[in-house]
């Protein structure tokens, strides 16, 4: 099993439409979470950190559930700009490495 | 200003051919990472440094190896390529291990094997 699980997708996404997905992880002792945006072919960049308390950035809604150990993001209002490949980091606790997810891949159309 | 920078962004190299990835920060993070990734992938890490303490991932292969001469700069080694080894390897770094601190990467460098 995978550290790190993602549906691959794509999620096709009308402009304006909400969109949501998920990321499992397997290891109950992981510490904390991180939602990454990464454009073809480019790095990934940080797109929010996710708090125990769940948070809001914009449009953008991260929650966490560790019980059910899995992590999700929301976007609201969809625009162009958001089609990306959406990658679930989570910090294990060995040794604090990053682990990471395939990815996500979300298409926003007009 | 970029704070992880990584060169080249662009490496064609021979089979067998030694290449050499650089990746340098001005962040002062204890932390680098090197990442390998793959079209459609998940960035697999290789190795990363804890301040000067290395630490090799078990499925790392031994043609990898990196150094770490100071803070700043952390460099990637490919002791013999093959045409598997073709990917995108990306540089990362962060403060330190602990909960809650995230990893800011370099734009990679986008590696070629004929």
């Known amino acids: 099993r995978k550290e790190v699980e993602q549906d691959p997708g794509p999620f096709n996404v009308p402009e304006g439409a909400t969109v949501a997905f998920n990321c499992t992880y397997s290891?109950?002792?992981?510490?904390?979470f991180f939602w990454y945006r990464q454009d073809c072919r480019k790095e990934p960049k940080l797109l929010m950190s996710?708090?125990?308390s769940g948070n809001e950035d914009g449009r953008f809604t991260a929650q966490l559930n560790r019980a059910s150990q899995y992590i999700s993001l929301l976007i609201r209002d969809s625009k162009l700009s958001d089609s990306a490949t959406y990658l679930c980091?989570?910090?294990?606790?060995?040794?604090?490495?990053?682990?990471f997810g395939a990815g996500t891949q979300v298409v926003v159309t007009p | 200003d970029a704070m992880v920078i990584q060169n080249p962004r662009y490496q064609v190299t021979q089979f067998g051919k030694p290449v050499t990835l650089s990746c340098s920060q001005t962040l002062n993070h204890n932390v680098m990472y090197w990442y390998q990734q793959k079209s459609s992938q998940a960035p697999k890490l290789l190795f990363h440094?804890?301040?000067?303490?290395?630490?090799n991932e078990a499925d790392t292969p031994d043609n990898f190896q990196s150094r770490r001469p100071n803070t700043s700069f952390c460099f990637l080694d490919i002791r013999s390529p093959g045409l598997g080894d073709a990917a995108m390897y990306l540089c990362a770094t962060s403060r330190d291990r602990g909960p809650g601190t995230e990893a800011f990467f370099g734009q990679g460098t986008r590696l070629t094997v004929v």
């Open positions: 996710v708090y125990s």
């Open positions: 290891n109950s002792a992981s510490q904390s």
């Open positions: 980091v989570v910090r294990g606790p060995a040794e604090g490495k990053l682990q």
């Open positions: 440094y804890y301040d000067k303490d290395f630490n």
